[in-house]
């Protein structure tokens, strides 16, 4: 293996980095950043109680195929996103700790595109929907305020598009890279007869770093944008998402990857082929086809803002597992393939009020959400005779119907310096469930869950340029439906499982550091009863249990600074102890949260030339080590710190635009494990990263006049 480097050496230049924006004498000021994401309504993320982050169409853009949420999320401190080079089970994303121990997707932080929610109304979300290549900004909210939208505690993360104006252009974009990376866009977007449009298509695929891990994956995107009457304004996004086939690598064992991190786990009882890894053997996949469409309006009535929302779609999920005929032998097996059928729809409306009252002004929004699911959904075994990986036996039958109604207030009172926000939100998410495959006994039934989300915030407005704030809020989580489906016996749901319910506690600095330089500073707490943790996880299958309390408190950091001679500067550090305060089973006290880093951080020094013609920057990016199970025992995921470059240009010739970029990632070639599969029973927890990779991307851009 190569040698691994060693975290802290690259820990102390970033933090050299972090000091060298404050020693810089910066000439520009930074653009006040208008976010929506905390209060609903538009306002400056300096003047918001909470932790939120943005990264512009800039970052996004910077050099990147913007394939996954973790290429532009990395500087974002407190968000860790772990890209398991698995096309096949998404991203896992967490934020402060929640949402670490997701094995199917992202849950425990919500995602919206548009003002149209990408998770589903259980929680569970997948970032591979959204579409970066149309992405204008992304915003990430930390914190106690994420607990106003709804069933989730660690965050919010919504992106939004560009809309279409100007006159009409068409682009093409093509990238090509390490291990038989291609993808390749085309988009048209303008402005015709008082309709703004985009429209985007593209086919990103890989042959995959590990073994067993090729993947194809479309996309569609659509969006108009048009003035209804008066100060009203329509907004219609439509997207797709199909992969075919997609293979899972799984997890292998600390052995397999110490030997060879691009392996997958061979499989001892195979004495026809010894070489064959399981994911080979049992032809591990899956299949993803998604649709979704969504409408937007927004009409103003002087001050006042009326707002509505609805959406619906539909997934269709074939996924192909890795468990034995031996282990699907009793009769409440539901087998080793998956099969369902998803339709899902919701809508928001709220209103918002902006009144005088004393010597400030109060904003005042009152909303209702509605969503709802409905699953058609089937097991079946994984073989027919003697040949594994194929659509078997029928072993499960059933119908899920979902419905989640959240009603929900929020004001803001400003005056004099200050800022007060409080707010409430209360989730009552029914589950049912209509068993058709009796033969191993009838698992009907239903429950429901009910639970409210205080939250309230003040900051103080010291001087121009440094703002203090404090918030608090009560958080509640629901399992999703994918923690509901398996009980620990491996069959039936699992009615059993409670909401967790988390007080969360958050004191926060944003200053201004001259102009140019931007420092924000957040302390946090968050006390959970009641975490959803894993039971089991095996063969890319996991049940979930309710543990006691759990801890967590942490320190997030980011600074960003723009120095004359077009050189910038940014880094993000976070600090996270994640604890169980309460044992369970056979687990003290004391003991680390699996999936979660005690540390990681991000630095980035780039230059641009004053006409954008050419620019350049170099990445470090540390993790500290992350512990794969609840007992601690098991070889934690090391440490790691590596760096990336990039570089890119831009001409202008007539009414055409190219842009030409070059990436080098892990420039060190240092073998580190990329994620970790949380709790996994046959301790198979771990998911290599690449090693030095590269992508080399080209566009042009024609402007029609």
């Known amino acids: ?38 209060s609903r309504t538009e306002q400056e993320s300096f003047d918001l109680p909470a932790a939120v982050s943005v990264i512009d169409t800039a970052r996004v853009h910077a050099a990147q195929p913007r394939v996954n949420l973790s290429e ?13 080079q698995n096309y096949a089970q998404d991203l896992q994303v967490s934020s402060r700790g929640f949402g670490a121990r997701s094995s199917f997707g992202v849950r425990g932080v919500r995602l919206i595109a548009d003002g149209i929610p990408a998770t589903m109304p259980d929680g569970q979300g997948q970032a591979a929907t959204f579409n970066l290549d149309m992405a204008e900004r992304i915003e990430v909210l930390r914190g106690p305020f994420s607990a106003l939208y709804g069933n989730h505690s660690g965050g919010v993360i ?36 008082g309709v703004g449009y985009v429209i985007d298509a593209s086919r990103f695929e890989t042959d995959g770093y590990r073994a067993h891990s090729a993947a194809t ?32 690598p799984l997890g292998v064992a600390w052995a397999t990857f110490e030997r060879d991190p691009r392996a997958g786990e061979t499989d001892p009882t195979d004495t026809h082929s010894p070489q064959r890894t399981f994911a080979q053997r049992y032809n591990t996949r899956k299949s993803i086809d998604h649709q979704q469409i969504g409408l937007n309006w927004q009409q103003r009535f002087g001050p006042h803002r009326l707002q509505l929302t609805v959406y619906g779609g539909n997934r ?14 009793p009769s409440t097996h539901s087998g080793g393939v998956i099969d369902f059928d998803r339709d899902f729809r919701g809508a928001d409306i709220n209103w918002q009020d902006v009144r005088t009252l004393g010597a400030g002004t109060l904003r005042t929004t009152f909303g209702l959400e509605y969503a709802d699911s409905e699953d058609a959904r089937q ?90 704030y404090a918030s608090a809020a009560r958080g509640f989580e629901t399992p999703t439906l994918n923690e509901l489906f398996y009980s620990p016996a491996g069959a039936g749901f699992n009615f059993g ?42 063969g890319g299958r996991t049940s979930y249990r309710n543990a006691g309390k759990t801890l967590r408190q942490g320190l997030e950091l980011s ?62 990016q540390a993790s500290s080590k992350v512990h794969p199970d609840d007992a601690n025992t098991a070889v934690p995921a090391p440490g790691y710190g590596i760096l990336n470059a990039r570089v890119q240009a831009r001409q202008q010739l007539g009414r055409w635009q190219f842009k030409e970029y070059l990436r080098v990632n892990n420039l060190l070639d240092r073998d580190y494990v990329g994620s970790v599969i949380v709790a996994e029973s046959n301790r198979r927890f771990y998911e290599a990263a690449p090693g030095r990779t590269w992508m080399l991307g080209f566009s042009a851009q024609y402007q029609f006049r």
């Open 559 to 620: 600074l960003s600074s723009h120095f004359s001679g077009g050189w910038h500067a940014l880094a993000s550090a976070n600090l996270l102890r994640a604890i169980y305060d309460d044992g369970f089973g056979a687990i003290p006290r004391g003991n680390r949260l699996p999936g979660v880093p005690r540390a990681s951080l991000f630095s980035e020094l780039g230059w641009t030339a004053a006409d954008g013609a050419i620019g350049a920057a170099v990445e470090a």
């Open 217 to 248: 994956r479309d996309q569609a995107y659509a969006k108009l944008t048009m003035a209804t009457g008066r100060d009203g304004k329509l907004t219609v996004v439509a997207n797709s998402l199909e992969q075919d086939d997609t293979q899972d």
């Open 379 to 468: 097991g079946f075994e994984n073989f027919v005779g003697n040949e594994l990986g194929v659509k078997g036996r029928l072993r499960r039958d059933e119908s899920n119907r979902l419905t989640s109604t959240d009603p929900y207030v929020q004001a803001q009172w400003e005056s004099d310096g200050w800022v007060l926000t409080g707010g409430l939100r209360h989730t009552r998410l029914k589950v049912g469930v209509n068993d058709r495959f009796t033969a191993n006994g009838d698992d009907s039934g239903g429950t429901t869950y009910n639970g409210a989300a205080p939250v309230i915030g003040i900051l103080r407005k010291v001087s121009p340029s440094l703002n203090l």
């Open 316 to 329: 269709r999920v074939v996924q192909y597992q890795s468990f034995s005929r031996a282990f699907q032998q």
């Open 158 to 193: 919504q992106l939004f598009t560009r809309d279409g104006a100007g006159a009409p252009r068409v682009e093409l974009s093509t990238m090509a890279g390490s291990d038989g990376m291609r993808k390749t866009d085309i988009n048209t977007q303008g402005e015709a007869n």
């Open 1 to 38: 293996m190569r040698h691994r480097l060693a975290p802290s050496p690259l820990i102390a230049g970033l933090l050299a980095t972090l000091a060298a924006p404050v020693l810089a004498q910066s000439t520009s000021s930074p653009a006040a950043v208008v976010v929506v994401s905390g």
């Open 72 to 84: 532009s999320l990395v500087a974002v401190p407190g968000v860790v996103v772990q890209n398991r």
């Open 497 to 538: 499982l409670a909401p967790s319910r988390s007080v969360h506690l958050e004191a926060g600095a944003k200053a201004m550091l001259g102009a140019g330089t931007r420092l924000d500073v957040a302390l946090f707490q968050a006390r959970t009863q009641n975490e959803l943790v894993v039971d089991a996880s095996s």
